[in-house]
Each structure stands twice: as C-alpha cells, then as structure tokens.
C-alpha cells in the first residue's frame, strides 16, 4: 500500500504526532505488547478511522494519543505539546481544552438534562458558553426540542447526539470517537456519523474514530489498519466492501 | 455456599471492615459497660471481704431506706456496745466509726479530689483491724492521725507533717503518724482514709457516743450464725446484725444496685449505636444485593434455589456480625479503662484492679453483635430472592418489588404518629419497659406497613426537596455542587437510611441540649424569683450530696454584716404506702420564710411557722401524684427506721430543686430522721452593706473553721447549677458521639459503594477534563448534602421531641422552654464536618479511578 493522503507530508499540519509508540502490559512471561513501534501524524481539518480486529491495539492507540493511558516508550503531542512529559494535573487540563470524546456508551450524566450535559465540559472548566457557537450546535445535532430531558428520556440516537455537541462545544483541537456507532441502529447511526462528517467539512474540526464497522469507517477521509499492535494499512478511505475485504486481508 | 460466601467476604475486605466496624463500635461499648461494672463490683467485693476479715458477727445501721453518704445520726448507742458484751459467746465486741469526711493539707487544699470519697475513720481493736501500719503508728491521742498509703503518697504528707481532718466539728490540725496500708495491699477503692482514735473520731463527726458499727468476735465453739441470732435477740430492729460474710455480700450486693444504674446508663448509649449500626447493615446490604443482581441471577441459572439465596446472604450477615462482635468485644476489654477515666474527668473516682471477662460478657456482645447484623440484612436478603435468573443475561434488570399495600394508607401515617407521641410520653413518664416496649414493637410493624405503602405513592418527596435546599449551599460553587446535589438525590430511598443513621445521634443530642437548656433556664427563672437572700454556703465538694456542720449556721450568724441565716438540709422518708424514697427537706421556719418565696398552691407563710413537728408542706407534683389533701395524715419512715406521723399542711410549688416532695422543719429532722448536719446555709445581709463587704469575711471564717464549705452569691450558684448541668451534658455528649461516629461509617460505605456503581461516569467526567481535585470535591459535597440531610432531620425530630416530652409532661409546672440555639447551629456544622471527614477516603478512591474505565466496552 502506497503511503498517500493524510500523512502530513503535504501541506497539512499536525494535530496529534505520535512516533514510535510501544505499549506494553503486565511483566515477564505474561507480557503483551498492545503496540509496537508505532508512529502515526493526524493532520488538521481531517476524519481518520483507526479500524482492526480485537485486540490489535486500535483501542490503545487511540487511549494513549488521548492522555488517557500513557506508553512505555515513545512519543505523543497534541497541538504541540508533548504528553508523555505532562503530570496528572497538565493532563487533565489538556483534555478539557483541546480534546472532545464520543464514546460508544454515550456516557452521559443521568442526572443531568441534555444542555446541562451539552455545557458539561464548560463547566468543568469554569467557563463561560459561547452563545452563538451553542445554539448553532444544537439546531446542527437537531436536539432543540430535548434540551430539558434527561438522557433516561431519550433515544440512543439523540443521546449520542447531545455527546457529538457535548464533544464539539470545547472547540477542542481534535475529538476522539470510540466506536461511536456501537451502540446504535442504522439510522441513527447514520445520523451520528454523518454529524461527524459534517464536522470536519463545515468547521474543519479534526477527528479520529476507532471502530470495527466497515460502514463506519467509510465516512472517513483516511483508513488506517491495525493488527497485532502495529499499522498493517494507511491510505484513503474506501468504500464498505474494500473496507471489509481489507479487514479480512489482516484478520 | 459457605465457600463462596467467604471467598467473596475475603474479596471485599474494605467493605467488610467498615460494616463491621458499624456494629463493632456498639457492641464495644456494651462490652466495655460489662467489662466496667463487672471490674468495679470484684473490686469493691474484695474490699468487703478484706473489711470484715476477723468479724464474726457485725452491727450496723439498719437503713431500710438504703445507705445515705449525707450525714445521719447513728442509732448504735454506747448502752447497746455494753449489752453485745454481755451476750453469751461474745469473745470481744469494739464500736467503730467510719463515716465520711474532709481532709485538707495545711494550705486548705483537698487531698482527695473528684469525687473520690474520703472517710473519717477510728482505731479497733487489732482482729478486727483491717489497716496494717507501713510506716510509724496508730494514733494514740487527739492531735494524732494515721493516713491510708495512697493518699500520703499522692499529697506528698510524709510521717511528722500537718494535716487537717473536717467533719461536724469545726475543722482541726493533726499531726501524722502513721502510713497505713489497707487488706493484702489492694487499693481501698480510691478513697481516702483518715484514721484517728476513737473519741476524737465521734467528736469529729458529731457523733459522740455513738457508732456506725460494731464488730463482734466469738468465743471459740461459738458459731459466727449462732453468734448472731443470740445477739438479734438483745438489739432493736434500728440495728441490723449480720455474720462478717453475710455482710459482705451485703455490702456488694447493695454496691451492685448502685452501679446498676451505671450500667444501665452506659448501656443505653450501646444500644443507641447498635440502632444506628443496624441502619448502616441494612444499607449497605440492600446496596450489595443491587449491586450483585447479576450474580444472583447467574447462581439461578445455574440451578440455585431461591432458599440457597437468601442463606448465602444470610451467612453473609452471620459472618460480618461474627467479626463485629468480636472486634467489639475485644474492643470493649480495650475500652473499659477509657470509660473509667471518663468518669475520672468528670468527677466520680471508681476502684478497679484487673479487667474482669465474665463468661456473660462474651456471650451477651456476641449475641447481640451477630443477632443484630443477621435481623438487619434479613430484609435485602429476601430482596435478594427475588432476582430472576434472566438477571444473569441482561444488564439493569430491576429486581421485582412486592405489591404495596395500598389499604390504609391515610389511616396508617396517623397511628403511626399516634405511636411515635405514646411512645416518648411512655419514655418520658418512666412506665415499665414493657409498656414501652409494646409500644415500640407496634411501633415497628406500623412502620413497616408505611414503608411498603410508600411504593405507591410520590417517594421521599420530602428528602428530595430538603436535598435541593442543602444542595444551595454548595450549587454555587460549579458543577461539582451541582453534580453532588443531584447525585445525593439519585437514589433518595439510599440517601435518607444513610442520614437516618446520623439522625438518630443527632435527634438524641439536640433532645438533651434542648432538655437541659430549658432545666437551666427553668433554675435561673426559679432561683431569681425564689431566692432573696444574698449568700449560699454549701459544701464545696462536687459530691451533691455532702454536707456542712450544724454549728456552721451558729458561727455565719456571729459575721458582722449579716443580718439572717437559715440552715435547709436534704433527708429521705418512704410513706407506708410506698416502696420507694421520698426527698425531703427541712427548713427552719422563722428564718427560711425571709430568704425563701415560696410558691403557694395552697397555704401562706403563716403554713410554715405552723409545721411544728408534726407538719409538711408537699409539692405540687408529688401532691397530685399520690392524690394528697391539706390535712392528710401520713405515715413517714425515717432514716432512723421509726415511722413518724405527719400532716399535709400546705401544697407548693418549687422549680428551683430546692424544696422536696416533702418539706419538714429541721427540728423535726433533727428529732426524727437523725439529722446530723446541713446541706445548705442561706445568708441574708443587713440592709446598707455590699457583697465586697461581707462575703469575704464569711471566706475568711470558711477558711479557717469549715474549710470544706464556701459561700456563692445567687448568680454564682446559678453557675455552679449550670456547670452541673453542662457536665452532665458533655458526658452524654460524648458518650452520643460514638452513635455519630457509626454513623460515619454508614456514609463512608454507601459513597464508596455508590462510588463503585458510578465508576463509569466518572472515568468520563475525568476523560472530558474534570480534575481530581473536581472530582473529590464533588464526592465531599455530596457526602456533606447527605449529612446535613440526616442532621436537620435530627434537629428536627430532637427539638419537637423535647417539646412534646416538656408539655405533656411538665406543662404547669413552671418548665421554661428554652432553646440553645447556638448548640444547635453548631450540631449543624459537626453534621457537616462530619459529613467531610466521613467523604475523604471515598472521595480519594474516586479521584484514582482509573479514566480508562469510562472507556472500557461491556
């Protein structure tokens, strides 16, 4: 496979950077490597899919690369910032100011009604909600009418899309999908990624998904493969059907 | 099962250990009340034995009314020594005195403090003496005194140095001469002893030719028991006459009923933080079974019968309640020394040498341990059953509640109420235990039918509103208050059994602060409005009940600047018709009517110069109680063990505790009850002269003769009855607290186990940028909401509780209602810091959740 778009070598700039990360679990014998040597840029303005089979380390990647999880060697900067040098505290405000997350259980408050849920991440971080850029939010996820129910009130489709606004409202400089259709019907489904799409097209937003559904990934612009922990495919997105014929060529 | 039971005990060692430390505190405490008394009375038993060691037959007092420390005149009489001489048998027969006292060094400063007692005691003859001298001699003249080893040594008084021996005579310099050493050595119970000889020992306590024992040996062939019929015979039914052993037991079996009431005491606060721990089983149990749905529903599948269920739940409580009686058990022998210096700080000294473990002590704290965390896990165990094996399959199946009773459900809410009222009067009143505890078992059923009514209806609309308007005082600091208060209102069923626990201890508390309160205001109302003269002279003993000299009253009259003095001292009598003591006081008439107002019911002043003796005036209260007219004869058995007859002359009122169910004159006291000394003296001034002028000559004639007393203006006395009642008030605080500390432990529990429910949010609050620091305040908030939910219900319950118990109980009789409302704010903040203190480990674990595991994919 030829190395083509979206690697960063022509013209975009890095958001995320990762380069020779390996991550490995557990001591001696009982070892697993989840990465190995991997290196990887996500230019701004794009929509990656990380795909592969369980256990290739796609869920890993994407952990570290977040700040969640940190590797045994190598590096990783967001927007310019090296994390494997940032303490807990440094951490932590990263992810509220330059990451957004969508995860496959929705993982909203239950207690709180779908704005309060949508402002989360400002509250969090003691500020103040940019009016114009909310309300576009909302009428863009199509929620205006479910703003005062709480998430027990709502369908998974509309829970998931009240966390795409709750992921967008930060402006963060990339959002991290983790299996965002995984818990969904084909439509809303549907209506999720192609909020997503929207995204990086209206707003240049940059996102990186993990999934292992084909038709998900095909709403991407990159493809990227991963088996047993390194990147066994990088190039453009394909359709469904290559995507799944990919899958099995790895798999 | 069992295995599996303990496998999972062992898996979940921070739950066990804080569920079982719920119940461990209270059974601690009742182990240690055990471990307590049962020490004490095998002390004092060995005390008695050592005492009457060498005594075949022995003399006291009779006192059918019950052993009184305040002063009474003996009636052993020198003519009945001379006639146990002359029964048949009698090898040696010697009268003894032994009656408390004051001992002050040179200095005027005590050498027995708290309320460790201190005894006047005189020489016997050497079978029968059970103080052997460790250094020098027995006192041979009336300058001399010999002293018991532990108060030398704790006054640094060494042989050939001064000391001062106060009793009804004015107080008088001896010179020591000898150390002595009681019994084998053992401790005399940590009081002191002043031995002096015998004439100087009756002048001293004002009981000349008389004695408070006499000690008799038998000639040999003569048997101890045969001894004593011989010399019943001689003696009067004023004297009882007893074998040396037979009296011991005596004396220990009258020492057991006394501490009784300590144990009893004690043991009503174990009980309190037994409820309280039974609160936090059942709360953490019904979380687990929630929360072990899954696995209830996988043991159905496959095969578990329901029974199988509900015992492996059941073992469960048996287990933790095994652990929590013996950690409580183990921590009551732990204990027993803190409550007895507990009781040393504030004030009353009790003997004690070695821990004593009766085998009921063990078995009690086990039972009770292990019979209240099964009945508490009872319920959640048979929820427990109810989990269908599709639980197994599925995520969030809700384990099927039982049909609500829907019959009654106006009618229930009122009984209920009904209940609760009768419940406190019955309390209050003081109606046997098992009126009350009818009534609270009816109480109980009543309240589980509300509880299974309330599945209906809108639930616990009240804790949500009240967790709303706490939630305001955090809702301004962001999200994490906002999160907190919508968290604490989540499962409102949880949270309220979380408060309930801290309610308990915090209804109590505010009920006694509240009580106590209005008894202070209540004694300040009354002593301002009955009290005219200027001084009081008491006893400066924190014993209430020790008294000053007779002639003391004499001595304050002869004080230029006063003007009037009248002695008041405190008595008991028991009418015929009664088995238990009256309290009497007895006045002097001409003098008591110009310091005293007394609050007639029926009668005037002249009632009172009228009482001679043969009158009483009788209080209100005890009046209507015993349905007492003016003009009433009664039949009043005295101290002395004479009955006397007395007619009800006039009824009064009397908030200030000064005047008894009875009030006589001291004439009559004297004559009839054995009156030996005073209580009280009240001075009047004359008019013109100031306080700065007279009261210090009156220090300065305490200082010199009465040592033992000192004077108080009104306010001061007020004071004085108000630290009373403040310590009184620390000791039941600190004895409450433990209920608030196990209940401490109930909201540690329920947040670390909400904490585990919640592990996915918040792995995502921290994946979106919530801090660690956001995170642990948000877990302190909600445990500060659910605290101060428990501590305004407490409040609540406390104040309408002391309401309701003042006017039913004591309406018309003068109670002021008073409300410390200070105390009651500052109860409100130890709720909340409470709350803090209980959030910090919870919040510490929730802070290092892992963020990976909002995350993780089913």
Known sequence: MAITAGDGRDGYSMIVEASHLSRRYGEGEAAVDALSDVSVGFPEGRFAAIMGPSGSGKSTLMHILAGLDSPTSGSVRVAGVELTELGDRELTQLRRDRIGFIFQTFNLLPVLSADENILLPLSIAGRKPDHAWYEQLIDTVGIRDRLSHRPAEMSGGQQQRVAVARALISRPSVVFADEPSGNLDSKSSGDVLRLLRQAVDDIGQTVVMVTHDAHAASFADRLLLLADGRIVHDGEAVSTEQALDLMKSVG | ?858
């Open chain 2, 1 to 858: 099962m069992l295995a599996l039971v303990a496998r999972g005990f062992l898996q979940r060692k921070l739950r066990v250990l804080l569920t079982a430390i719920a119940i461990a505190l209270g059974v601690a405490l009742m182990a240690g009340t055990y471990v307590l008394t049962d020490t004490i009375n095998k002390s004092f038993a060995g005390i008695f034995q050592t005492a009457t060691k060498g005594h075949d037959v022995v003399i006291t007092p009779t006192q059918s009314l019950g052993r009184r420390v305040i002063s009474q005149t003996s009636p052993i009489t020198e003519q009945m020594l001379a006639q146990v001489r002359g029964t048949p048998g009698v090898a040696e027969a010697a009268g003894s005195i032994f009656t408390p006292g004051t001992f002050l060094d040179v200095h005027g400063k005590r050498l027995t403090t708290g309320g460790a007692p201190a005894f006047i005691g005189s020489e016997v003859p050497k079978r029968f003496e059970s103080f052997t001298a460790v250094h020098g001699r027995f006192p041979v003249n009336a300058e001399e005194v010999a002293i018991d080893e532990a108060t030398a040594e704790r006054s640094n008084l060494k042989i050939g140095e001064q000391m001062i021996v106060a009793g009804s005579a004015p107080a008088k310099r001896y010179t020591i001469v000898g150390i002595l050493r009681f019994g084998g050595g053992q401790s005399f119970g940590g009081a002191g002893a002043a031995i002096l000889t015998l004439a100087e020992a009756q002048r001293v306590v004002g009981d000349t030719g008389r004695y408070d024992q006499i000690d008799v040996a038998a000639r040999p062939g003569v048997t101890p028991s045969g001894l004593r019929t011989r010399i019943r015979g001689e003696l009067p039914s004023t004297v009882a006459v007893r074998t040396g052993s037979e009296q011991a037991s005596k004396e220990t079996s009258d020492l057991e009923s006394n501490l009784s009431f300590l144990r009893t005491f004690l043991l009503v606060f174990a009980y309190v933080a037994l409820v309280v721990g039974a609160f936090i089983i059942f709360n953490t149990f019904s979380i687990t079974v929630a929360q072990r749905t899954r696995e209830f529903g996988l043991l159905r599948t496959l095969g578990a019968s329901r029974a199988q269920i509900r015992r492996s739940v059941v073992y469960e409580g048996l287990m933790l309640g095994i652990v929590g009686g013996v950690v409580g058990l183990l921590g009551g022998i732990a204990l027993a020394p803190g409550l007895d210096q507990l009781f040393k700080s504030f004030g009353a000294d009790l003997p004690d040498s070695g821990t004593v473990i009766e085998t009921r002590t063990i078995v009690v704290s086990l039972a009770v341990g292990v019979g209240v965390t099964v009945l508490a896990g009872l319920s959640p165990a048979l929820r427990a059953t109810r989990v269908p094996p599709l639980a197994a399959m599925r995520e969030g199946v809700e384990i099927p509640r039982r049909t609500p009773i829907t019959r009654g459900r106006h009618a229930v809410p009122v009984l209920l109420a009904l209940i609760g009222v009768r419940l406190v009067v019955a309390i209050a009143l003081g109606e046997p235990f098992s009126t009350i505890a009818i009534t609270f078992a009816i109480g109980v059923v009543l309240l589980y039918v509300r509880l299974r009514q309330r599945a209906t209806g809108p639930r616990y609309r009240l804790t949500r509103a009240l967790a709303h308007a706490v939630g305001g005082l955090v809702r301004w600091r962001g999200i994490t208050g906002r999160l907190a208060e919508e968290n604490s209102i989540r499962q409102p069923g949880r949270t309220l059994t979380t408060a309930s626990a801290l309610t308990v201890g915090i209804a109590l508390v505010t009920l006694v602060a509240v009580l106590a309160d209005g008894t202070k205001a209540t004694i300040n109302q009354a002593v301002d409005r009955s009290f005219a003269g200027d001084l009081i002279v008491e006893n400066s003993s924190v014993n209430s009940e020790a008294a000053i000299p007779a002639v003391l009253a004499p001595a304050l009259r002869r004080v230029p600047g006063v003007a009037s003095v009248t002695p008041i001292a405190f008595t008991v009598g028991r009418l015929r018709t009664s088995t238990s003591n009256e309290a009497i006081t007895a006045v002097e008439p001409e003098s008591f009517e110009r310091v005293y107002r007394v609050e007639w019911k029926q009668g005037s002043n002249a009632t009172l110069q009228r009482l001679g003796e043969s009158g009483a005036i009788v209080k209100n209260s005890f009046a209507s109680s015993h349905h007492l007219k003016v003009g009433q004869r009664l039949e009043v058995l005295t101290p002395t063990d004479r009955y006397v007859p007395i007619t009800v002359e006039g009824i009064a009122e009397d908030n200030t505790r000064l005047l008894g169910d009875l009030t006589i004159t001291l004439a009559l006291a004297r004559r009839a009850f054995g009156q030996r000394e005073d209580a009280l003296d009240f001075v009047s001034y004359e008019k013109g002269v100031t306080n700065e002028q007279v009261q210090p000559r009156v220090e300065e004639l305490l200082a010199s003769y009465f040592p033992q007393a000192r004077s108080r203006t009104a306010a001061q006395f007020k004071a004085d009855q108000s630290g009373q009642i403040n310590s009184l008030l620390a000791l039941i605080y600190v004895l409450l607290a433990l209920s608030v500390i196990v209940s401490l432990f109930g909201i540690v529990n329920t947040l670390v186990l909400s904490i585990y429910e919640r592990t996915r949010e918040l792995g995502m609050l921290r994946a979106i940028g919530t801090s660690r620091a956001q995170i642990r305040q948000m877990i302190r908030y909600e445990s500060v909401i659910t605290a101060l939910i428990g501590g305004i219900f407490g409040l609540v319950i406390g104040v309408v509780a002391a309401v309701l118990i003042t006017t039913l109980t004591l309406s018309g009789s003068g109670y002021v209602q008073a409300f410390p409302v200070g105390t009651l704010l500052i109860l409100l903040v130890v709720a909340a810091v409470a709350g803090l203190i209980a959030a910090q480990l919870p919040a510490r674990r929730a802070a290092r959740l892992d963020t990976l595991s909002a995350l993780a994919s089913e």
